[in-house]
């Protein structure tokens, strides 16, 4: 039987390459994306077009589902979804994520803010509350697994991106709470903290530093190149595996070496 799992911020970027990876591993996918822009958020989301050709390339193996993390209404719907359609749910995977405000803290729009804390943690939390039950139901043998997508920002402070270090922060301190929570169920939850990743999100952070081009980035990070998707979608994939069993409450960095210091 294939395992299942939800990707969240699934249509580009590294939710895309999760969806990619977990598929190649055997896995069926929801793959959700709210597919439409946050009017505080200063750079455009995904398409409903990038949604359906992610589940293009994969036919059956993988359903959209266009829906936004911080609805408890649509979270629901994914799991339920991923129950009658594929029939189980072993894995979710919380990626979805914005940046916003490039301002100092005292500058930053109370609307910015809230965009910010608001999909990164609130989303997070939407999605492991509505798969819990289901998590915990599958047994404590089942291997079933909760991954969220923090950030080097979540343990470092980055000029100009104090809300967005605030909900990493705050990403890490949920993922390390509900791994106590889950632990006596068997469900095991970590956290993946990327460095600068070719994606949306590092090209909207360029424009915050006032960058030319997000390959200036490179320079953060002492192996000197930009990360790719599909190298923070293996740290996902292995953690959402039985491989993993050992593991939870971690913050796997996966970030070139940028918080080595
Ligand atoms: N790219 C990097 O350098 C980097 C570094 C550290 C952490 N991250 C994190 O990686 C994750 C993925 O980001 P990415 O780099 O692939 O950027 P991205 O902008 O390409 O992807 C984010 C996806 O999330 C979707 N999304 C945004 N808000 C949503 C919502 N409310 N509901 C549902 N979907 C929503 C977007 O439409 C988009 O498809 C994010 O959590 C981000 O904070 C990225």
Redesign the pocket.
């Known amino acids: 039987m294939n395992r299942v799992a939800i990707v ?8 895309a390459s999760t969806v990619d990876a977990l598929v190649n591993d055997g896995y069926h996918v929801i793959a ?4 439409r822009d ?1 009017p505080e958020v200063p750079y455009a ?2 398409t409903p077009a ?1 949604l359906d050709a992610v589940v293009a390339r994969h036919g059956d193996a993988v359903l959209g589902l266009v ?4 609805s408890a209404t649509d979270m629901q719907l994914a799991v339920e979804t991923a129950t009658r359609h594929f029939g189980r749910l072993d894995a979710v995977v919380a ?5 916003a405000a490039g301002e100092a803290l005292w500058e930053i729009s109370d609307a910015a803010w809230d965009a910010v804390l608001s ?2 943690v609130l ?1 997070t939390r939407r999605l492991i509350e509505a798969a819990a039950p289901t998590l915990i139901a599958n047994g404590k043998d089942a291997q079933s697994r909760i991954v969220a ?5 979540g343990s470092t402070g980055l000029y100009h991106l104090a809300a ?1 270090s605030a909900a ?1 922060h705050a990403v890490l301190g949920l993922i390390r709470g509900v791994a106590m929570d889950l632990a006596p169920y068997g469900v095991t939850a970590n956290a993946v ?10 090209k909207a ?1 360029a424009v915050v530093y006032g960058l030319s081009s997000e390959e200036e980035f490179a320079t953060q990070q002492p192996i000197g190149r930009l ?1 790719e ?1 599909t190298e ?1 979608a293996a740290a996902i994939v292995w953690l959402c595996s039985p491989l993993a069993s050992a593991i939870t409450g971690a913050d796997v960095a996966v970030d070139g070496g940028m918080t080595i210091s």
Do not use: M
């Open positions: 969240t911020g699934a249509a580009r970027g590294i939710g959700v994306d709210r597919c946050i989301l995904a990038e829906g936004d993390v911080r990626n979805a994520g914005v940046v999909v990164n989303g997508v923090a950030s080097s920002a967005y990493k903290s990327p460095g600068s990743t070719r994606t949306a999100i590092l952070s990360l998707p923070i």
